[in-house]
């Protein structure tokens, strides 16, 4: 069966210029990621000249190399790791990720800082580009565009920031695209499977399932419980039967100082007040929650009667949409790169309609402002997400027939 959205929507009128062109700013890009991992392996404190928040991953390669996970969390333990990366001997970007994380990054202690970073980077970028591609039969105006869609993806700061500063935000976009057309192509279990890597972020997870159950996707939901017993048991070996608790312990503890280190990049409601009124705030705590539940709650009820009204599977599109902004306000550690992530809802937006170039314009600004945040006190990102929910809603949710636009279901199915 085959319900993908019309595009109404014409070829560029020189189409291998939009090929070519997109490819020589990647390989621009490249060329500027080696020279300045060169840079890096030259300088006294590489973790100064490139990488962002790539010493965290690399120091954990470290240590999971020597086989050392009695003390993966230890701090002392991830300075001593990252000693040769830091400009401060007694400084480190924190590693509070599962175990297993650690053990995946493993290989990359075979090589040299620089080279390690490259190899992380292209992943990440291979990783956007293979969510791109594979959403491309549920967003039809991708067709022939998928290289100038990656560009355009890039020139989205928190994605760039993302890609290029070590954080790995590319893989919760593939994920969620490649659970998403696998639900399309009507395999629930395996789409389930695949959305519980997720659970490496459970802030993002945990909502996300929970909106599945709701509308009554259950293998889905079934997948990510039997990818959440394989996810507990290969953690086993390497932190023991308690490592769930101790992981927890590590990122409740860690998200309470990068509250205090950090808030100015916070994008929640609950990280924006506190960043705004004092970490731990009763004001800000108070409503920080309180919006959060009731954000909760409004995601219940849209998916809940826009699922019964257009299907849960055709409307996934729409729904993932609306759900993307909501659950990194919802959430209560969600940074400024994580705004990454609504370029999801931009693009089934895309597929409904056009966007006013004012609007445009505003959502990049508010996005490339982000890179000052340390300068400004806070993180724009908060009202991006503000902004771009609003406009999902009443786009694609609250249109003008109070329930929801005929043409605006964005399909999950792919033609077989």
Request: glycine share 10%.
């Amino acid at each position: 069966m085959d319900t993908k959205v019309a595009s109404s929507r014409t070829d560029p009128p020189d189409s291998w210029r939009w090929r070519a062109y997109p490819v020589a700013l990647l390989v621009g890009l490249g060329v500027a990621l080696v020279v300045m991992a060169v840079a890096a392996n030259n300088s006294d404190a590489p973790a100064a000249t490139v990488g962002g928040d790539f010493p965290a991953f690399y120091g954990a390669a470290l240590i999971a190399a020597d086989g050392d996970w009695d003390n993966l969390y230890d701090f002392d333990r991830q300075v001593e790791a990252q000693a040769e990366l830091q400009e401060s001997a007694d400084s480190a970007r924190y590693f509070a990720y599962p175990p297993q994380v650690a053990l995946a990054h493993a290989p990359l202690a075979a090589l040299d800082y620089g080279m390690a970073y490259l190899v992380y980077t292209a992943a990440m970028l291979a990783l956007l580009v293979g969510a791109v591609w594979l959403a491309e039969p549920m967003l039809p105006w991708l067709e022939g565009r998928r290289w100038l869609a990656t560009v355009i993806a890039l020139t989205f700061w928190p994605m760039l920031r993302a890609v290029t500063g070590g954080s790995n935000t590319a893989i919760t976009v593939f994920v969620i695209v490649a659970a998403w057309r696998l639900i399309g192509e009507d395999r629930h279990l395996l789409a389930g499977l695949v959305l519980s890597l997720l659970l490496a972020k459970p802030q993002l997870a945990i909502p996300l399932v929970g909106l599945m159950l709701v509308i009554g996707l259950y293998r889905v939901v079934g997948g990510v419980a039997i990818g959440a017993v394989g996810f507990y048991l290969s953690g086993v070996p390497l932190g023991g039967w308690s490592w769930p608790y101790e992981w927890w312990d590590t990122a409740t503890t860690f998200g309470g100082i990068d509250s205090e280190v950090n808030g100015f990049s916070s994008v929640s409601w609950l990280g924006f007040l506190e960043n705004a009124l004092g970490v731990g705030d009763v004001i800000a705590v108070s409503i920080g929650w309180l919006l959060a539940g009731l954000t909760s709650l409004g995601l219940v009820w849209i998916w809940r009667r826009y699922a019964a009204q257009h299907g849960a599977v055709s409307s996934l599109g729409t729904l993932l949409a609306v759900a993307m902004p909501g659950i990194l306000l919802l959430s209560p550690h969600a940074l400024s790169h994580d705004t990454a992530v609504i370029l999801l809802t931009l693009a089934v937006l895309h597929s409904v309609d056009e966007f006013p170039r004012w609007f445009i314009g505003v959502v990049w600004a508010l996005a490339l402002s982000q890179q000052w945040i340390r300068s400004i006190g806070f993180s724009p990102g908060f009202f991006l997400l503000l902004l771009v929910g609003w406009w999902t809603l009443t786009r694609l949710v609250f249109a003008s027939d109070g329930v929801g636009r005929s043409d605006a279901p964005v399909s999950s199915h792919v033609a077989q």
